[in-house]
């Protein structure tokens, strides 16, 4: 498993061969999960054919037999799988661990010289997966094919003094059905390798086609998110304008209580008790909302109107005649937050 973060910093050599090991598993994947028939015919193998002498002899499946093709084209030609001698394979069957198919065909790269008697680079193989090993704990049964590369250079030879670059290269068994393809591991330069190179351009072009998909997924999921918002935008304009609307009416009232409570008569008159001295008494108090008229007496010489005035409650103070002894001024209220002086 590569870590995210350390792509960043890999070399291209090195990227690039993590990227053909994953093509290589995912084709290989991709593979694995086309029925049996599909695969057949994809990698050619509804044609057969083998060499004999001088000539190439095509077979079709037809049903559940082959049938000789009488005026092969070249077209099928191509796309056909050629058959390889039966002596020139060696077949066996191990029980091996079994990862993904391409893990496989690397694990057997590293280990051939063990399981054959060739070395790695003395031969052209291909392994058929007979069991994965779910059932056995992980150790699974393949058959490996091996073919010496002189004979495989000779067939090949063969095919190309005939005009033929072969796409996929099998042998059959004793019931007739086709196994491995020798061709599968790069070991052809012609219409192997552009087989080849389709499969990982299927696959790189199925790794854009993933990506585009998330990406529109997520455009969705935010366009969507957008629609949720504008919708659900109106509503909360309408809940705004009514809070502020509460909001004002709130301080509206709390304003209005607060001046009732500052104007009412009975604070009035506790105001201007606690303002006028112990020898000034009021003997009336008449209020008409906008105007304060005060009656009463003294005992001593205080001035009234000063004493009033320097309270800070009442403004446009005026003196009315009154008898020795007593008082009568009119004034107004100062206004809430007002400045008589």
């Not at 393809?181 to 854009?208: H, Q």
Request: glycine content about 8%; charged content about 25%.
């Amino acid at each position: 498993m590569i870590a995210a973060g350390s792509v960043l910093t890999m070399d291209m050599a090195t990227l690039g061969r993590h990227c053909r090991r994953f093509l290589a598993w995912w084709g290989a994947e991709l593979r694995a999960m086309l029925p049996r028939t599909w695969r057949d015919r994809v990698a050619g193998r509804s044609l057969i054919a083998t060499v004999e002498t001088d000539r190439v002899v095509l077979a079709r499946r037809r049903g559940g037999a082959w049938r000789v093709v009488a005026k092969p084209n070249h077209r099928d030609l191509a796309r056909a799988t050629y058959l390889l001698p039966a002596a020139a394979v060696l077949i066996g069957e191990f029980d091996y661990p079994v990862p993904s198919a391409a893990d496989l065909v690397q694990m057997l790269a590293l280990d051939l010289d063990r399981l054959t008697p060739f070395r790695a680079e003395d031969v052209v193989f291909d392994v058929e997966i007979l069991d994965d090993g779910r059932q056995r704990g992980g150790l699974g049964r393949i058959a490996l094919a091996v073919v010496a590369k002189d004979r495989w250079a000779a067939y090949l030879a063969l095919l190309a003094g005939l005009g033929i670059a072969p796409r996929a290269v099998a042998t059959r068994d004793d019931q007739g059905r086709l196994r491995f393809d020798f061709a599968r591991r790069g070991t052809l330069g012609g219409s192997g390798g552009r087989w080849r190179r389709r499969w990982t351009i299927a696959a790189a072009l199925l790794i854009a086609l993933n990506l585009l998909l998330l990406v529109w997924r997520d455009q969705l999921a935010l366009d969507r998110l957008a629609e949720a918002v504008d919708s659900q935008r109106l509503q909360v304009q309408l809940i705004e304008r009514v809070r502020r609307q509460v909001e004002a009416e709130e301080a509206r009232r709390h304003e209005l209580v607060a001046r009732l409570q500052a104007r009412a008569p009975l604070a009035i008159l506790d105001a201007l008790t606690t303002a006028l001295p112990d020898q000034v008494w009021l003997t009336s108090l008449i209020w008409n909302g906008t105007e304060l008229r005060l009656s009463g007496g003294q005992s001593g010489p205080a001035d009234v109107v000063a004493v009033l005035a320097g309270s800070g409650l009442l403004t446009d103070l005026r003196r009315d005649d009154a008898p020795p002894g007593t008082f009568n001024v009119t004034a107004t209220l100062v206004p809430i937050g007002g400045d008589s002086r």
